[in-house]
Each structure stands twice: as C-alpha cells, then as structure tokens.
C-alpha cells in the first residue's frame, strides 16, 4: 500500500470520507460536499483556492457560529493513524476547523507522511523550534461520557479530507 | 477498629449496589481497548522503554527544566509561576483571574488537586467544567471517580436525571445524543461569554514552552484559544526536555488510557498561541482581532519536589496519568474510585500521588485495596511498579498507628520486626507462617477449634477475619515432614539436583501438591531436596510489613545460597512466593545475590516444561489426559509471563484445556479473609465462577496455580480445585 492509501485505509476506519483530486476539481468536489453557510481558512494547499467558492474567508464570529461547514488546510497527514495537522497561526485555521459541525480538510497528497516519528520529527522544526502551535487532529470530535459514544462532543461531528494530488 | 470495618465494608458494600455496574462497564470497555489497541502496536514494549527513561531523565534534571522552561516561557511573551501548595497557586490564579466573570475550564486532576474551582467561586468567579464528564460532576456536586473518565460510575438514566432536573428542558432529555448535544450547546455559549481559559497540560516541553493537551471533545482547545486569557495549570513532574521526546507519550497515553490508537484531539500549543482570540461580540473578522493575549503558566510542587528526594515515591512523578493502573484492576472494575478515592487522585498509582501531594492519611484511605496483584505493572506504559509503592505506604502508615487494645492477642505469636502500633489483622497476616506452624503442630485440634461458632465470632470481632470464609485446614503431617521420613532419588542417580521451596502453604496446609511436585521431578530424574527454609516474606510485605519482609528474604537467601553454590536451581510451587524472589528480592538483597537467586528459580510447571522439552520421551512417565480441565492461572504469574508453560504442558499432554479469560480470582490471599473486604472479593469471584459453571464446562477439573486462586475457587464452585502439578504427577509412590 502507498503511504496515501495507508492514510486513506486509517480514516475510513475513523469513519471519514476522503477523496482524492486533481487541483482542477477542486472547486466542483468542494461545492458537492460543502453543507452552506460555510466558513474557511485559506488552505495553503499548492493550486488550490477558495477565493472563488462559497465559503465565506476571513469570516466574523456570527458568520463562524452560523456555519455548517467549516474549511481548512492541513500541514501533514500522519497515514498510520489517520491524523491531520492543523496549523493553530493567526489565519483562523484553529476555530474554523472547531466550532462547525462539518470540517473539509484541504490536503496536499505530498505532505502525508508514514508515521507519528515522522511528523513529530517535521513537527519539531516547525512547530517547537518555530515556537508555533498546532494540533494533531484525528477524526471527529467524540465523548463517551454520557452513556455512549457520541460524535460532535464540542468540535465537529464530521469530518472529509481532500487530499490534493498535483 | 472493628467499627472502622464495619464501616469500610458498608461502603463497599453501597459502592457494589450503586456505581459497581457502571464503573465495571466502563473500565472494562477501556481495558479491553488498550489491550486490542497495544497489541496492534509492534514497538509497544521499545516505547514504553523510551518513555520511561524520558521521565527517568526530566525528573532526575527537573530543577534545571524548570529553569528553563520558566526562561522559554517568558522569552515567548507567557508568564511561568512556581507555585509552592494549593493556596499559593490559587492566590495566582485568583490573581490572574482578576475581575472574570466567566471561567471554561478543560479537565485537569492537577487543578483538582488543589480545588481551584471552590477557590475561586468564592472569589466571585463563575467556574465551568467543559469536559462532559467533568461538567456531569460539577452539577452532581460529586467528586471524580476515575483519572481519565470522571463520570464513569453513572449511567445514562441518571445523567438525564440530573440533567432534567438541573435546566427543566422543554422536551426532557433522554439518549445520550441530546444530552451531549445539550452539554455542547449550553458549554458553548459558557465559552462565548469566557474572560478566561484554564486547562491543564499532559506534557510541558521546556525547550519550546510547548503544551500538550490530549483531548477527545475539543473543549481543551475551546478554553485555550477562544478567550484572551489562558492560564495552564501543570505539576512540575510534566516537563519533558525536548520537543522530540513527546512522540512515545502521544503513541502511548490514548492507547493506555480509553483504549484509543491516539484521541481525536492532541494540541501542541506554544503559548501565548497566534491564533486570534474570538470576541463574539465583534462584527469584525476574526483574523482581524489583535487582542493582545496573556498566558500564564502555573507550574506546581505542592510536595512534588519532595517526592523526588523520597527514593520510594519518586517514581510516581513518572506517572502520565493514563489510568491503565485504574482500569486493569479487578477491585477498581467492581467499586471504582470513590471507593479507592484519596482527596483528589484514584486507582493503583493514587496512594503515591495522595502520600506525595497530599498527606499520608489520605493514601490511608485506600491503600488496602490494592492486593499487590502485580496486574497494572505490565500495564503502565512507564513501568511504575506500583505494588511496591503501596507496600511502602503501607509501611510508612503501620508505623503511625498508635497500639490497640487487642495487640496482646497477636503479640506473642509475633516474632516481627514491626512496631507495636500495627494493625492487630495486619499483624495476624503478616505473621500467617507462625500460625501455620502453630496449627499445624496442633492439627487436628486447631482445625477443629477453628471452625467453632465462639472461635469464628471471636476471630471476627478482634482479627476482622470474616466468618463466612473457610479457613485453610491445617495437615497433621507437614509437606517437609514427609520428606525427611522418605527415601528419595538420590543425587548419584540423578541427571540434576533442585531445590524445592516449601511455601507456608504448600508446607503446612496442602502438602499434597508438594508431594506431587516431589514425584514428578523424581519421575524425570531429578533428585530433589526440601530444605527447612523460612517463609519468603510474601505475607508481611502485603501487609506493608517490609521490615519483616526484609528479614525473611535475608533468611531465605542464606539457607539458599549454599544450595545455588552447588548448582542447584530453586523450584517454586507458589507463584506469589516465586515472584518474591524474581521481583521484590531487588529491594532487599544485595544485587548479586538477588541476581544468583533469581537467575535460578523456576515455576514447577516452568520447570517440568523446560525438561520434558528437552528430552520429550520423559512425558511418557507424567500422568497424561485426555481429561477435560479448566484452568485458572494466577495473577502474578500472568505478569511474569509464565501461565504459557502450564498450558501448554497440559495441552501436549492431551488435556482438553479451558482456560479463564476472567482475569482475577478476587480473593489475592489475606485480602478475602479480611471482613471489610469479603464481598467485594467474592463480587470479583463471581465472574469466574460463571465462567467455570456454564453449561457444558461443570464437568471439567478445575485447576488452579495459586493458593488465594485455589482457596476462592473452592468457595465459589462445588468442585474442588487442585494445582496442575497434582494432574500430571505420576501415580502414588
Ligand atoms: S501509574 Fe502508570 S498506568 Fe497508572 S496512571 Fe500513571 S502512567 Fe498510567
């Protein structure tokens, strides 16, 4: 298995959708599993933009609670785990990527990497020493602790990764 | 002292009826987890190495760490406090706090610990707990009962209730989707209105000031980066050095914990983080809000320094907090923390965490219902051993107690090395060798006067032994008697020589395995000798008598070390013994002798194992199957990874073998003897008792490794239990 399939196969098992495509369906994919109104951050995802989409950039807080969906790029994609890494910077990829029900995450097929020495070790560099923060997020937000397991316990509920292959 | 167990037993007792069924629901759902999830995981066993020379090294450096971090910290634009107790780090926060009208607070025991909630409540400071379960606990008014799932002794039903009650919803809630949904919902809007976030932090890394929240909600990163202001709370035990070295905890701690390869959410934030604050009161974009942000680190002792200097507790500031040691525990599955429950902390490791932060009395509370079952040690992913920081404990509170008025009754029969203020019903275990002696010299008249009404009611009332339990029958005939009035295989005839270390018990109450063991190991051509060793210490050290354990181990050793100089290996019938030697010998006997020791003692079965494997005509003298069996290995024995042997030898010898997948027999020696205890370990037993009892197994031989195993069976089943070695011994001399 690729690395990509490997990350592909690990979210599945996290119940998350994934889909894979070219930076020129970006905008079509996007629209399809977009729920409106819908937030985001830009992605930094070469080739991709959501400038011309309907989610709404740099949004307000009312827009951000408002939103059903909330749309953000991922740094890395850790395949033996499923995990994506959200960077925590000052372009509002931290709330953004919490307080929505849904969370498309925009990923570049190249920044999936095998396991969690890797991405700690990239992590190391770009996170401690760049004294940055950012989260190793791994399917939707989930609690047990009343009863059973629901999803969405204070962060979204679902969650799709778009992995970009350029 | 006999109202004090009346009173422990009614607890229990009300902790069965009450939350026993859902904690057990819930730890077990954690247990099974991690041990699906570590089997997964192929460098489990290298990780775990890793992360505990991680914390070996942060907690021997810890006063440079601090130094460091507090200089990142501050390089970064945070501010670090280094606060001495509770009240000092509750004057900061309060401090820091200011003016707030609103708190959102993640889960964090080290808040717990020094009650920050009620602190600033009564500073005018509205304080809400945003994890579900902890938030579940703050309006039942009620204290956690588990490290990692602070909710888990309710059940759904009475989550709703409390919940119907406390808002009066239109529509009464009910599953738990709207409830959560409901938390969320009435939490957020907590959030919105916050002036300050507090968490905790799993790990401090002092090279960036990096902060490591593990989540699974979401709430930790909600409380961290939504309101301006975010004060972190951390025992100074959470320093890690470098950034790298987070990588073995973040494969771990999930998996350790709730069973999950890793939880949904791990922030690795760098505070004061760039992520803009949210001021839901602004039409502005986010992105545009430049509120400057404050964040304060408070970084608390609260004894923990002194735990570093203390060689015995030190190890417990290795601890994660993953509450393996919690949920892998058959006691903590039955009651849960609130009958383990100190002031704050819960589970195997909190009588080190208690004794260290809060004060001796605290881990008093508890400690008792550890049974030094070995079970969390395998589990602990930076291998604490956590028995012996209990037994330590133990010991340090046996020497605070003041005597009783029924010393006088132990006292003679008690040649220790303990002070005179110990517990009469400690004493009377610790010392269970002499009152094996003792009976047996006088059996059959002391079995007989044993289980007279008038001797049981006064054994209750005064030694707290429970009349309802069987007491072991004492023989006539001793296992070492028989062996000197014998003629064995002499040495000159024989391949080898062993050793065959008589237990109290084997020795004085079952001498029939010991027999058994004896034939068998003739039968293969060993010549075996049953020396007059004194007892391994097995029984003062689970009372926290090391004193006396101490001395013993020193006895054993020296009646032993001769027997090793001849080359002679030690053939151990009692796990719980073997395991003495192999394990808790290190604490008292010079290194080479505990190695010379340990390096040749065996589990008979391990033993007969490894010569029937290496000569397999030999088998052809054991007494073989086919025989339907059903087995019961014992818990220390599991941990030394030995139960294998057994198996598998009954196996080759076409034994039908069941196996218990119940992983405790409840009874772990003295502890179902002790009246408060008695039902709580017959609750345990339960489950193996079902498990042997279903329908189509009533039929199979019941074997056990272990006398506490083989003592709670047989008064759990109709069918008397018997060791593996009495199975495959051949017939009768
Ligand atoms: S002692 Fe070990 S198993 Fe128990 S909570 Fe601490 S780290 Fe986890």
């Known amino acids: ?166 | 002292m006999s109202a004090d167990r009346e009173e422990k037993a009614a607890h229990i007792r009300r902790l069965l009826d009450t939350e026993g069924d859902s904690v057990q629901e819930n730890t077990r759902v954690f247990n099974q987890g991690r041990y699906t999830a570590v089997e997964d995981l192929e460098e489990y066993e290298e990780l775990k190495t890793r992360a505990r020379a991680i914390k070996e090294d942060a907690i021997e450096r810890l006063p440079e760490l601090i130094d460091q971090l507090t200089e990142t910290v501050e390089e970064n634009g945070g501010n670090v406090y280094l606060a001495s107790d509770a009240a000092d780090a509750n004057r900061y926060i309060e401090e820091v706090a200011g003016d707030a009208g609103t708190l959102v607070k993640s889960k964090s025991m080290t808040s717990e610990e020094i009650d920050v909630n009620e602190h600033l409540e009564r500073a005018g400071v509205d304080v809400y707990e945003t994890d579900l379960g902890e938030f579940v606990i703050q309006l039942a008014e009620e204290s956690p009962s588990h490290i990692v799932g602070p909710a888990i002794h309710k059940s759904r039903e009475e989550i709703a209730d409390l919940f119907n009650h406390e808002f009066e919803p239109e529509e009464p809630l009910e599953t738990a989707e709207e409830l959560t949904m409901f938390a969320r919902e009435y939490l957020g809007e907590r959030v919105k209105e916050a002036d300050v976030g507090m968490t905790g932090a799993n790990f401090v890394v002092a090279e960036s000031g990096t902060l490591a929240l593990v989540t699974s909600e979401g709430n930790a990163r909600k409380c961290a980066v939504a309101p301006d202001t975010h004060v972190a709370v951390a025992g100074v035990e959470k320093i890690v050095p470098a950034f790298e070295e987070l990588q073995p905890f973040i494969e771990l701690i999930g998996r350790s914990g709730t069973g999950q390869d890793i939880t949904s959410y791990l922030s690795l934030f760098t505070p004061p983080v760039s992520t803009p604050a949210i001021d839901f009161e602004s039409e502005a974009p986010i992105t545009e809000n430049d509120a400057e942000r404050e964040f304060h680190l408070v970084l608390l002792d609260n004894g923990r320094m002194a735990m570093r200097e203390d060689p015995e507790l030190k190890e417990t500031l290795y601890c994660i907090r993953c509450g393996a040691c919690a949920n892998v525990c058959a006691n903590f599955q039955h009651v849960g923390g609130h009958a383990f429950g100190g002031e704050t902390y819960s589970g195997g490791i909190a009588t080190g965490w208690e004794a260290g932060v809060h004060s001796q009395e605290s881990a008093g509370e508890f400690n008792d219902l550890c049974t030094g079952c070995t079970r969390c040690v395998n589990q602990c992913p930076v291998k604490i051993d956590i028995p012996w920081i209990n037994e330590v404990v133990r010991d340090r509170i046996n020497h605070g107690e003041e005597p009783s008025e029924f010393e006088f009754l132990v006292e003679g029969l008690t040649p220790d090395a303990e002070p005179s203020g110990l517990d009469v019903q400690k004493r009377f275990f610790g010392n269970f060798g002499t009152v094996a002696r003792l009976g047996s010299a006088t059996a059959p008249v002391s079995n007989w006067l044993a289980e007279l009404p008038p001797t049981r009611w006064a054994m209750e009332r005064t030694l707290g032994i429970d009349r309802r339990r069987e007491l072991p029958t004492f023989a006539n005939e001793t296992l070492r008697d028989w062996f000197v009035a014998r003629e064995g295989l002499p040495a000159a005839e024989a391949d080898r020589e062993v050793v065959l270390y008589p237990d109290t018990y084997t020795d004085y109450v079952s001498p029939e395995r010991g027999k058994a063991a004896v034939r068998t190991l003739e039968a293969l051509g060993v010549s075996v000798i049953v020396p007059d060793v004194p007892e391994s210490g097995r029984a003062p050290l689970s009372q926290g008598m090391l004193s006396t354990a101490s001395v013993q181990a020193h006895e054993v050793y020296a009646e032993l070390a001769e027997h090793l100089d001849a080359g002679r290996d030690v053939v151990a019938i009692e796990p719980s013994d073997l395991a003495m030697f192999l394990g808790e010998y290190e604490k008292f006997l010079p290194e080479r002798s505990f190695e010379r020791l340990s390096e040749n003692s065996y589990e008979v079965l391990e033993y007969v194992y490894g010569l029937v494997s290496n000569d397999p005509e030999k088998a052809d003298v054991l007494s073989d199957g086919p025989g339907r069996v059903a087995y019961h290995s014992h818990c220390q024995q599991r941990t030394l990874g030995l139960e294998g042997y057994t198996t598998t030898l009954l196996e080759e010898l076409d034994y039908d073998v069941l196996t218990s997948t119940v992983e405790c027999c409840g009874m772990a020696g003295s502890f179902g003897y002790k009246e408060q205890y008695y039902e709580l370990a017959m609750d345990v037993g339960y489950e193996l008792q079902d498990e042997f009892e279903e329908r189509g197994e009533r039929d199979r031989t019941v074997l056990a490794s272990g006398t506490s195993c083989t003592d709670q069976l047989d008064a759990l089943l109709d069918r008397k239990p018997r060791h593996p070695i009495e199975s495959i011994a051949p017939g009768p001399e």
Not at chain 1, 33 to 41: D, F, S, Y
Not at chain 1, 60 to 77: F, S
């Open chain 1, 1 to 166: 298995m690729s690395t990509v399939e490997t990350f592909e196969h690990s979210l599945e098992g996290l119940a998350v959708e994934t889909t894979r495509l070219a930076p020129e369906s970006f905008e079509e994919v996007l629209e399809e599993i977009v729920t409106e109104p819908a937030v985001g951050a830009r992605p930094g995802v070469e080739g991709v933009s959501l400038e011309d989409t309907a989610v709404a950039l740099d949004p307000t807080p009312h827009q951000l609670e408002e939103a059903v969906t909330g749309v953000t790029g991922a740094v890395l994609g850790i395949a033996d785990y499923g995990s994506v890494v959200l960077r925590s910077t000052s372009d509002g990829t931290e709330p953004v990527s919490l307080f929505c029900d849904d969370h498309v995450v925009v990923l570049d097929a190249d920044d999936v990497v095998a396991d969690m020495p890797t991405a700690i070790g990239w992590m190391a560099a770009n996170v401690g020493d760049a004294r940055e923060s950012a989260i190793i997020a791994t399917g939707p937000s989930a609690t047990a602790d009343m009863g059973a397991l629901v999803r969405g316990a204070h962060g979204p509920k679902r969650v799709h990764v778009l992995i970009v292959e350029s």
